[in-house]
């Protein structure tokens, strides 16, 4: 069973940079097929896909905020990071991270984490 878990810190300053880290368990982050994604939701708002990392280690990125994310992976460690730069308080969400195996059709997600803009 996959189950990924979302860790970082919950308050970062305006124009700093935001990271998390998610620690897949169950299955390798390299194994064919799978893509994880960065996924985040705003107060009061719908779900914003942000980006994903393919299982080759291919990133892809939402065109909104492709100036300022990157997706990187330590497979020693069976991790994906999330790094957001120049954060505003707009960026304030739950932020989650998932995965899917698409020759399963499965998915999982990690249970979330609030980040907080703030000075």
């Known amino acids: 069973q996959v189950q990924l878990q979302g860790s970082g810190p919950g308050l970062v300053k305006p124009s700093q940079t935001l990271s998390l880290t998610c620690t897949v368990s169950g299955d390798s982050i390299t194994t064919d097929y799978y893509y994880w994604s960065w996924v985040r939701q705003p107060p009061g708002k719908g779900l914003e896909w942000m980006g994903a990392?393919?299982?080759?280690?291919?990133?892809y990125y939402s065109p909104s905020l492709e100036s300022r994310i990157s997706i990187t992976r330590d497979t020693s460690k069976n991790q994906f990071v999330l790094r957001l730069r120049s954060v505003t308080p707009a960026d304030t969400a739950v932020y989650y991270c998932?995965?899917?195996?698409?020759?399963?059709?499965?998915?999982?997600w990690g249970q979330g984490t609030q980040v907080t803009v703030s000075s």
């Open positions: 998932a995965g899917r195996n698409y020759s399963s059709s499965c998915d999982s």
């Open positions: 990392m393919a299982y080759s280690g291919n990133t």
